[in-house]
């Protein structure tokens, strides 16, 4: 009987425990679950949750996907990352949580989008210096690259559609092939997170195309099936 009651004591203690953390958040939104994707790389984590319309994500793993980490103060209410001090913080399951565009701006991201329906954050970032060069080319997507660095015509060259990363593309000059011409140490993904390569292509083009006039091969590596890269309009 003894047992019974201490058991029966825990268990209404357990449940006013219960009550009083659901009424201390009157008036907010509850925390949910969600996916966030930097270049379509999940960053796992549990407390990645969605709070007051806002996205917050695990600020040790959204650095640990760049190679860098994320240092809390010690007052808990601030979180260094890349030379950027981000105060919109929140703990969740026992993790430092910041809202997903301060990460984003930390990283010089392009953009950071929300698919509600799928509960997803979808970060684009691309190598810093990355910019536009073409609209949306069918079956490919836009054209990014950075010219100030000197990356073209060979590249890295990213495909974005929708504002999520399709393809990385080199262009080489066939003269380059035939002269036994090295490319080595071309930047691609590094310093960002790289998803999986889906399939290749190696097209040769001819009489080149507008950005590079001269025989060369297309080289392009994408990170979706050939079914979606086809509906890219």
Same mark, same amino acid.
């Given at each position: 009987m003894k047992k019974k009651g201490a058991? +029966?004591? /825990? %268990?209404?203690?357990?449940?006013?425990?219960?009550?009083?953390?659901?009424?201390a958040h009157a !008036?907010?939104?509850?925390?949910?679950? +969600?996916? /966030? %994707?930097?270049?379509?790389?999940?960053?796992?984590?549990?407390?990645?949750?969605?709070?007051? !319309?806002?996205?917050?994500?695990?600020?040790?793993?959204?650095?640990?996907?760049?190679?860098?980490?994320?240092?809390?103060?010690k007052d808990r209410r601030s979180i260094a990352f890349n030379g950027q001090t981000i105060t919109d913080i929140r703990w969740h399951q026992g993790e430092a949580t910041a809202w997903v565009r301060e990460l984003a701006k930390a990283v010089h991201a392009q953009s950071v989008a929300w698919d509600q329906e799928q509960e997803e954050v979808y970060v684009l970032a691309?190598?810093?210096?990355?910019?536009?060069?073409t609209p949306v080319v069918p079956a490919m997507g836009e054209h990014w690259s950075n010219p100030q660095a000197g990356d073209l015509p060979t590249g890295p060259i990213y495909g974005v559609y929708n504002g999520k990363l399709v393809?990385?593309?080199?262009?080489?000059?066939?003269?380059?092939?035939?002269n036994g011409t090295?490319?080595?140490?071309?930047?691609?993904?590094?310093?960002v997170p790289s998803p999986s390569v889906v399939q290749l292509d190696i097209e040769f083009?001819?009489?080149?195309?507008e950005g590079f006039e001269v025989p060369h091969y297309d080289i392009h590596a994408y990170f979706i099936t050939e079914e979606e890269q086809q509906k890219i309009k």
């Amino acid at each position: 009987m003894k047992k019974k009651g201490a058991m +029966l004591l /825990v %268990l209404m203690f357990m449940m006013l425990l219960g009550g009083t953390v659901a009424s201390a958040h009157a !008036g907010h939104s509850k925390p949910h679950g +969600l996916t /966030v %994707l930097i270049n379509g790389v999940q960053v796992q984590s549990a407390a990645n949750h969605r709070w007051d !319309g806002k996205a917050y994500v695990s600020a040790a793993q959204f650095a640990k996907l760049f190679d860098l980490e994320a240092t809390v103060s010690k007052d808990r209410r601030s979180i260094a990352f890349n030379g950027q001090t981000i105060t919109d913080i929140r703990w969740h399951q026992g993790e430092a949580t910041a809202w997903v565009r301060e990460l984003a701006k930390a990283v010089h991201a392009q953009s950071v989008a929300w698919d509600q329906e799928q509960e997803e954050v979808y970060v684009l970032a691309l190598p810093k210096g990355s910019v536009q060069i073409t609209p949306v080319v069918p079956a490919m997507g836009e054209h990014w690259s950075n010219p100030q660095a000197g990356d073209l015509p060979t590249g890295p060259i990213y495909g974005v559609y929708n504002g999520k990363l399709v393809f990385l593309e080199y262009m080489i000059a066939q003269e380059d092939f035939v002269n036994g011409t090295d490319h080595a140490n071309l930047a691609g993904m590094k310093g960002v997170p790289s998803p999986s390569v889906v399939q290749l292509d190696i097209e040769f083009q001819a009489t080149g195309h507008e950005g590079f006039e001269v025989p060369h091969y297309d080289i392009h590596a994408y990170f979706i099936t050939e079914e979606e890269q086809q509906k890219i309009k």
